[in-house]
């Protein structure tokens, strides 16, 4: 018979498993969601539509008829290959754009991803063609400039490794913030903060726009705190009343 694995983001799998998906063994820990499940009704569909990376592990057979045997490969291989298709792999040269409301893509750097242990790390490259540079409440910036709207990098401070991998972004994430302003506006509030999550969809990486109040980086965080973002400090943004409502990794 067979067990399916699945190897996604933590937290998608921390949803599937508090959802009463009862494990049926352990697996050797990882930084993924380390469980094995046998391919109950309904479990697949969940999981592909989470973007986990599903695998099949052989186990030996624990008595009764082996009819079911075909059923347990098939099925579960035919979701193997759609979800190992769909993920971006994090080497080499990419392009990073940010998704208007209209589709519109605005080309904003390169990155570079160069394997490494367990995960990537990776190098951001912006193109200053893209930004103009504004002097904004007594502060440079580099923005994006819209008709309405201004898009203003914000660098992150404090000390990061710049490391990735499939199942943890957040590096990634905090080297895109953002600020926004509006157009006419001599000055910026930080309050207006733009936080994009990653989730490794579809051939890319694509970021789903958060609202964050960036004043909170203006306190240092604890030597060794490399995560001082909270998901308490974010909330999720209308599309519809931002410019900029995605960013995509391609």
């Given at each position: 018979?067979?067990?399916?694995?699945?190897?996604?983001?933590?937290?998608?799998?921390?949803?599937?498993?508090?959802?009463?998906?009862?494990?049926?063994?352990?697996?050797r820990?990882?930084?993924?969601?380390?469980k094995?499940?046998?391919p109950?009704?309904g479990?697949?569909?969940?999981?592909?539509?989470?973007g986990?990376?599903l695998?099949?592990?052989?186990?030996?057979?624990?008595?009764?008829?082996?009819?079911?045997?075909?059923?347990?490969?098939?099925?579960?291989?035919?979701?193997?290959s759609?979800?190992?298709?769909?993920?971006?792999?994090?080497?080499?040269?990419?392009?990073?754009?940010?998704?208007?409301?209209?589709?519109?893509?605005?080309?904003?750097?390169?990155?570079?991803?160069?394997?490494?242990?367990?995960?990537?790390?990776?190098?951001?490259?912006?193109?200053d063609?893209?930004?103009?540079?504004?002097?904004?409440?007594?502060?440079?910036?580099?923005?994006?400039?819209?008709?309405?709207?201004?898009?203003?990098?914000?660098?992150?401070?404090?000390?990061?490794r710049?490391?990735?991998?499939?199942?943890?972004?957040?590096d990634?994430?905090?080297?895109?913030?953002?600020?926004?302003?509006?157009?006419?506006?001599?000055?910026?509030?930080?309050?207006?903060?733009?936080?994009?999550?990653?989730?490794?969809?579809?051939?890319?990486?694509?970021?789903?726009?958060?609202?964050?109040?960036?004043?909170?980086?203006?306190?240092?965080?604890?030597?060794?705190?490399?995560?001082?973002?909270?998901?308490v400090?974010?909330?999720?943004?209308?599309p519809?009343?931002?410019?900029?409502?995605r960013?995509?990794i391609?």
């Open positions: 018979m067979a067990a399916l694995a699945w190897f996604g983001r933590r937290d998608s799998c921390q949803r599937l498993c508090d959802s009463g998906v009862s494990p049926v063994t352990r697996i820990p990882s930084q993924a969601c380390p094995v499940h046998w109950t009704p479990l697949i569909p969940r999981l592909a539509r989470c986990a990376t695998r099949l592990l052989p186990l030996q057979p624990l008595g009764g008829s082996m009819n079911g045997l075909r059923f347990f490969w098939l099925l579960p291989a035919l979701v193997l759609a979800a190992d298709a769909s993920a971006l792999s994090l080497d080499g040269e990419k392009t990073i754009s940010l998704v208007d409301q209209k589709g519109d893509h605005h080309t904003v750097a390169s990155v570079v991803f160069t394997p490494e242990g367990n995960g990537s790390t990776y190098d951001i490259e912006w193109r063609d893209a930004f103009a540079d504004h002097f904004l409440s007594m502060r440079p910036f580099k923005c994006l400039e819209g008709t309405d709207k201004h898009w203003c990098r914000v660098p992150y401070p404090y000390e990061i710049r490391m990735v991998s499939d199942d943890d972004l957040t990634l994430e905090y080297d895109l913030l953002f600020v926004w302003k509006g157009a006419t506006e001599y000055g910026i509030n930080l309050w207006n903060g733009v936080y994009y999550k990653l989730e490794n969809q579809d051939g890319r990486l694509s970021g789903t726009l958060f609202e964050m109040d960036m004043d909170k980086l203006g306190v240092p965080p604890e030597t060794g705190n490399l995560r001082p973002i909270r998901e400090d974010l909330e999720e943004g209308y519809e009343s931002h410019w900029l409502p960013l995509v391609e």
